[in-house]
């Protein structure tokens, strides 16, 4: 069984940065299937765009997408970890801070992102929230 943020992370993580388009940034996730991504400014983890943020900060306030940056919805206060994390820290970090993704980082460059989906994959994978996190995207 996985101990460490390493050996459950998702590597090479999508990145954008501060000043691209909403709309790239949203092709981004598209492209790699995923929710999230990454926000670097001159190699330095700044932040973390979901899919949520656009949609909340953004689509919810008719702002137009292909107008609106990156850095108008990213969130930059952010919980980080690194590689040898253990799996049980990076799960009470994310409780106690309710998010969902965790950037890992080494240094101040990001290495990867481990997800709650592979937290339940790797601690019950027949769990309800194990299984799902398993299933193949539905593009």
């Avoid at 670097?40 to 932040?47: C, R």
């Avoid at 040898?84 to 820290?89: P, Q």
């Amino acid at each position: 069984m996985a101990t460490t943020v390493a050996e459950v992370m998702t590597r090479e993580p999508a990145i954008v940065q501060p000043d691209q388009s909403l709309a790239e940034a949203a092709r981004t996730m598209r492209e790699t299937d995923a929710g999230d991504v990454l926000v670097v400014d001159d190699g330095k983890l700044v932040g973390i765009l979901t899919d949520r943020d656009i949609v909340i900060r953004i689509v919810a306030e008719n702002r137009d997408t292909s107008a609106a940056k990156v850095r108008e919805a990213f969130s930059a206060e952010l919980e980080t970890v690194t590689p040898d994390t253990l799996i049980d820290d990076a799960a009470e970090l994310m409780r106690l801070r309710a998010v969902r993704r965790l950037p890992v980082v080494e240094g101040s460059e990001p290495v990867g992102i481990i997800s709650l989906g592979d937290l339940a994959i790797t601690r019950d994978e027949e769990s309800v929230l194990g299984q799902v996190s398993a299933m193949p995207s539905n593009r």
